[in-house]
């Protein structure tokens, strides 16, 4: 995508999310673009991780991130980018629910779904195994 591009997309979703940040019954305000943005976000927490652990510098390149883990798991290319979108959509169905409800139940409940949904992909795609690539 490119500098231009990437600079364009962020400027496009801060500009989407002022009207958001502006409701003043949304109490997780903050958390609904991070969570419209969960993969690429989970995918650089995840490097970032992974380099220290193995005493890397956090900016040298790697075939391990997400999608080159699904990738392996998944065998095919189209079934690698069906999970990715499968896992941008629970992401963004979340940054919807907690933009729309405003009960603190419902906004905990849907936190807990996405945060267990993360650790069940994180484990699955095999991040915590003692052995890495």
Known sequence: MGDSGSLFLGFLLAT?????????KLQFSLLV???????????TILSIVRRARRGQGIFTADRDHIHHRMMRVSKTYAR?????YAISFVFGLGAII???????????????????????????LGY???TEH
């Open 80 to 84: 690698a980018v069906n999970w990715l």
């Open 33 to 43: 673009p991070d969570l419209a943005l969960g993969l690429p976000i989970l995918d």
């Open 98 to 124: 907690i933009a729309t409800v405003s009960r603190w139940q419902s906004l905990l409940a849907a936190l807990l779904i996405i945060a267990c949904f993360t650790v069940f992909v994180i484990f699955k």
């Open 16 to 24: 989407f999310m002022l009207p958001i940040e502006e409701n003043a």
């Open 128 to 130: 915590f195994r003692k």
